[in-house]
């Protein structure tokens, strides 16, 4: 059973149009992110909720908009794609500790965003 | 503002030889440090971990690395590369304070010459 899985894995899309991630872990987490990483490996984290509550909303445009109908689940609209929308997102879950105890992230497998 | 500098964004080491990837981080207390690896078309997986006590630690695969307060640094090693560890090595720390989210270094892409 994978842990943390997103689909699609691939997508490829023209500017302009509206596509959208999913994501689901098993692992009973309460914490899910969504990372962008960029063509060169760069990891930026976006957003993050707890048990379906925003808690991380970095400076990311508002295009994108995260939507967790449950803690098990996390997804991930965008519209208007542009060029530099380009890269892989990553889902990822986590346990949210007392203090400092949040590092370990599960991770999906990623989903490649190609914007033509 | 808490950082993390991994030296290097391609080392390359032969089949059998030490691997030694570098991390240092500017932090006012001493934070949690983390590895992670990324294969190819993969998401990344935790490799190994620093939270307190023994400052050398163990992860999977054979990797290790240890805290060095005096120094900030939390490099990996292993003693022998495989050319299955070819892969994306990212450290990260959490802050001290805040939201605790993972502070991630720029990542460095280890290559095994066979």
């Known amino acids: 059973d994978t842990a943390v899985s997103q689909t699609p894995k691939y997508l490829v899309t023209q500017m302009g149009n509206d596509k959208s991630i999913k994501c689901e872990q098993n692992?009973?987490?309460?914490?899910m992110y969504w990372y962008k990483q960029d063509s060169k490996k760069f990891l930026k984290i976006m957003f993050s909720?707890?048990?379906?509550?925003?808690?991380i909303n970095e400076t990311v445009p508002n295009r994108f908009s995260p939507k967790s109908p449950d803690k098990a689940h996390l997804n991930l609209h965008i519209n208007s794609l542009e060029l530099g929308d380009s890269a892989v997102y990553f889902c990822?879950?986590?346990?949210?500790?007392?203090?400092?105890?949040?590092?370990?992230?599960?991770f999906g497998e990623g989903s490649r965003l190609t914007v033509l | 503002a808490q950082s993390v500098t991994q030296l290097g964004s391609h080392v390359s080491v032969s089949e059998g030889a030490l691997v030694l990837l570098r991390c240092n981080y500017s932090s006012s207390v001493p934070p949690y440090l983390f590895w992670y690896v990324q294969y190819p078309n993969q998401g990344l997986q935790l490799l190994l971990k620093?939270?307190?006590?023994a400052t050398l630690v163990k992860g999977i695969n054979g990797f290790e690395a240890e805290f060095k307060k005096s120094e900030t640094s939390f490099h990996l090693t292993k003693p022998s590369a495989h050319m299955s560890d070819a892969a994306e090595y990212f450290c990260?720390?959490?802050?001290?304070?805040?939201?605790?989210?993972?502070?991630w270094g720029a990542g460095t892409k280890l290559i095994i010459k066979p």
């Open positions: 620093y939270t307190t006590g």
């Open positions: 990822a879950s986590s346990q949210r500790g007392v203090g400092r105890a949040t590092g370990e992230l599960f």
């Open positions: 990260a720390v959490t802050p001290s304070s805040g939201n605790y989210q993972l502070i």
């Open positions: 692992l009973g987490h309460d914490t």
């Open positions: 909720y707890n048990n379906k509550e925003l808690i």
